[in-house]
């Protein structure tokens, strides 16, 4: 997936929530247009601190 793919994704109007199956295997969840940023060649996911608030706990950093 490019830069641009993802872009497109994450401006989709509605949003659709995202899977992302990464080479290392792991499978990664974007719910939110909000908790993903793309950078230049990165993808940088966000994750709840606990459920149903806006407290960041931890964060992937994936390369597209």
Request: glycine share 4%; aromatic share 6%; no cysteine.
């Amino acid at each position: 997936m490019t830069s641009e793919d993802m872009k497109q994704e994450l401006d989709r109007e509605p949003f659709v929530p995202l899977r992302l199956h990464l080479s290392s295997g792991k499978v990664m969840d974007i719910e939110y247009p909000a908790s993903a940023f793309l950078r230049q060649n990165t993808l940088v996911v966000m994750h709840r601190l606990r459920a149903n608030t806006h407290e960041i706990g931890n964060y992937d950093v994936i390369a597209l």
